[in-house]
């Protein structure tokens, strides 16, 4: 059985920092690539980064670009997405998803995307 869970959401102030994790089970990790979305209040999902297998590859949105950074380690099944100066649109429930590309890439649409965690809360306070 495949699962993704998020951990690391919860509450920081303007400017503050959070670490994300996603971890998976049940699945080759290392042929996966791995993306993060976020879902804000009334506000379609949206992708902030994505990986590669690898790691060679990576997106951001342009709105988190030089603030946020994706990264994995194969060995431990993981995906972090650390977040700094954080701001209080970047407020919303993260959720990391993962799919099996046939190469070292990653997708841009979440409906390319199989696997999907629960989702964890990130809030931002002015």
């Known amino acids: 059985q495949v699962q993704l869970v998020e951990s690391g959401g919860g509450l920081v102030q303007a400017g503050g920092s959070l670490r994300l994790s996603c971890a998976a089970s049940?699945?080759?990790?290392?042929?996966?690539?791995v993306a993060w979305f976020r879902r804000s209040s009334g506000k379609e999902r949206k992708l902030v980064a994505a990986?590669?297998?690898?790691?060679?590859?990576?997106y951001y949105l342009d709105s988190v670009e030089g603030r946020f950074t994706i990264s994995r380690d194969n060995a431990k099944n993981t995906v972090y997405l650390q977040m700094n100066s954080l701001k209080p649109e970047d407020a919303a429930v993260y959720y990391c998803?993962?799919?099996?590309?046939?190469?070292?890439?990653?997708?841009?649409?979440?409906?390319?995307?199989?696997?999907w965690g629960q989702g964890t809360q990130v809030t931002v306070s002015s």
């Open positions: 998803a993962a799919s099996n590309p046939p190469g070292d890439y990653y997708f841009l649409d979440d409906v390319d995307y199989e696997q």
């Open positions: 990986i590669s297998w690898t790691g060679s590859r990576s």
């Open positions: 049940g699945l080759t990790f290392s042929s996966y690539a």
